[in-house]
């Protein structure tokens, strides 16, 4: 029996089409259906099967945690796992990132989760980050917290502006989608981290083809640009929301720097 605190599944699914900005009849399209029967679910006077309810979600790609969300809210039990990455079942995919990451040296590379925890990371980004305050290398690492951390490496991206801008803002569409609390409170703490400012204004961009990540190391100014990478039509919550995260040198000098860190 459902809580009465739940959310009914109609005003669920209502709300994911309006963000995916999809009219009932395309959605009915898209899952098989009736858009008088899409109506009939939103407006609670019908009930979706389990089969229709699984391809409404796949047509509006509702995250993973959230297709579970919505088939309780049916009445159903969720279908999707969520493993912890330290459990057996995990083990191959856990020695393939490491492997994955490895391979990456000596460019930065890491994964982190849908809070932006680190749960691997490369030798390359740790030579990157050194000099940082002891704290924010505690496991888990944070990787949100590390980058606009006063403490952090703020004081070292020289456009830190451009870069926080983008994080918040990729922070916010993330919230939007996920609805999750955890992720918001993370987001109003690093929004109110204060900005350092050296009085050094920002370079101009070395990227032209996407927004650069730039670091002053030890006198050099080293260019990244950041290639995010997920997992395709994954079937567990946890494994829906990795990403690996590479930094890609934009120039030569970078390479070489990168090369010289790791000697």
Known sequence: MRSPSTVDVGILLRRW???RRVSQLELASRADSSARHISFIETGRAKPSHTLLLRLVEQLDV?????????????FAPVFPETPLNAPAMETLNGEIERLLAVHDPNPALVHDGLYNAVGTNRGLLALVSGVADHLL???????????????????IRNLAQWRAHLLDQMERQIAVSGLTSLADLYHEVSAYPVPDNGIPEPATRASYALPLLIEREGRLLSFVSLLTTFNTPLDVTVSELAIETFLPTDQETAAALREMQG
């Open 17 to 19: 089409r309006d963000k």
């Open 138 to 156: 505690v496991p888990p690492i944070n990787t949100v917290r590390l980058a606009l951390h006063p403490e952090g490496m703020a004081p070292v």
């Open 63 to 75: 995250p993973v945690r959230e297709r579970n969300t919505l088939l309780i809210a049916a009445g």
